[in-house]
């Protein structure tokens, strides 16, 4: 079963239980995918489209968590973190902090780069090899600590 499915499935169930917080996230979820199945033209959504999809809607909960927090909203930053919850179900797991950094310090051998000016090649080695394993913002601050301000 495909995660475009899955949400599906799950929507239903949710309506059934009356899990409102749930089915509203689901139904975000849902939107997006459709939305990129109309922008796309064709007739369902491919798992790594859904996963990239995830990833970029998570990251505006993580955003809006964050303004809301920096506003004082803290009404709205229990409704992102309910519907982040339920995005993050459909996303494989990210790596832990050490597998990052063993991935950061492969990558900045592989890339040959000497300062954090040259983070752009250790991204694009790191996330070419592990795309969807880690999270940029991790991945972000490990190259900073382990690469010269320079």
Known sequence: MSIFDDV???????????????????RN???????????DGSATLADEAAETILRRLAKQRRESIDAYEAGGRTDLVAEEKAELVVIEAYLPAQADEATVRGWVSEAIAASGATSVKEMGKVMAAL?????????????NRIIRELLPAG
Request: no cysteine.
């Open 127 to 139: 996330m070419g090899a592990h795309k969807g394993e880690v999270d940029g913002k991790v991945a």
């Open 8 to 26: 599906s499935a799950h929507m239903k169930d949710a309506m059934k239980s009356g899990d409102k917080a749930r089915l509203a996230g689901l």
């Open 29 to 39: 979820i849902r939107a997006a995918f459709i939305e990129a199945i109309k922008v």
